[in-house]
């Protein structure tokens, strides 16, 4: 069964500086998706970005961006110049195919230090 | 577009009765929709994963006579709690896939808003 891994529980990071948080994943499937999920304080639960497993490629979107490394199966998240509302927890998720749902990590709840 | 909500957003109800929570795709067919149960400071446990005219496949240790999915439509899941106990009382969260989309959204998950219950 695939597992989804985050080693930080809670992370902080001052206001304007980029924190990384960590997520490894094990599968045994080639072709997959990963993604990060932020849920804010109102708990609705927000796509940050994506992965497709077959692009080489790291996924960015604006002051978000991964570095995928498949054969290590890791996928962090690098979040650049920290606004007080990327305050939230952050979960890492994969999915393979079909119905599968997504498989979620148990998540690290950042904080932004002004 | 791929808007998914929830109703109620929050409950109280009395041990011993029953509360229907309501998850509807608004702007697209949901072949697929999954429930999740979540504890505060915890991450989202699936509950169980159902597809439209189909009974619904329920994850190790939920008890599925106490709760009752149906999805009876593209658009319309319920999640029923039956005789509901005040362990019961967490976020419940529904979300929907569409897995003849095109484009993008074949691989997301769309999740709605939650309901907060809570059992007295």
């Known amino acids: 069964a695939q597992t989804v891994t985050q080693s930080q529980p809670e992370m902080s990071v001052q206001e304007a500086e980029t924190v990384t948080l960590s997520c490894t994943y094990d599968?045994?499937?080639?072709?997959?998706?990963l993604f990060w999920y932020k849920q804010p304080p109102s708990r609705q639960m927000i796509l940050v970005i994506r992965q497709e497993a077959y692009k080489q490629q790291n996924a960015t979107e604006n002051r978000f961006s991964v570095n995928f490394q498949k054969a290590a199966k890791s996928f962090s998240l690098k979040i650049s110049d920290s606004q007080l509302g990327d305050a939230a927890m952050y979960f890492c998720?994969?999915?393979?195919?079909?119905?599968?749902?997504?498989?979620f990590g148990k998540g690290t709840r950042l904080s932004v230090i002004a | 577009g791929a808007v998914v909500s929830q109703h109620p957003s929050w409950v109280i109800c009395k041990s011993g009765t029953s509360v229907k929570i309501e998850c509807r795709s608004l702007?697209?067919?949901?072949?697929?929709m999954f429930w999740y149960r979540q504890f505060p400071k915890q991450s989202l446990m699936l509950m169980a994963t159902?597809?439209?005219?189909?009974?619904?496949?329920?994850e190790q240790g939920v008890e599925k006579d106490k709760f009752l999915i149906n999805h009876a439509s593209l658009t319309l899941s319920t999640l029923t709690v039956t005789s509901a106990h005040p362990e019961d009382s967490s976020f419940y969260i529904c979300?929907?896939?569409?897995?003849?989309?095109?484009?993008?959204?074949?691989?997301?998950?769309?999740f709605g808003p939650g309901t907060r219950l809570t059992v007295l």
């Open positions: 159902s597809n439209e005219g189909s009974k619904a496949t329920y």
């Open positions: 599968t045994s499937e080639s072709d997959y998706y």
């Open positions: 979300s929907a896939r569409d897995l003849h989309r095109p484009g993008q959204y074949t691989n997301e998950q769309f």
């Open positions: 998720a994969y999915w393979s195919s079909g119905n599968t749902p997504l498989v």
């Open positions: 702007d697209f067919q949901a072949t697929t």
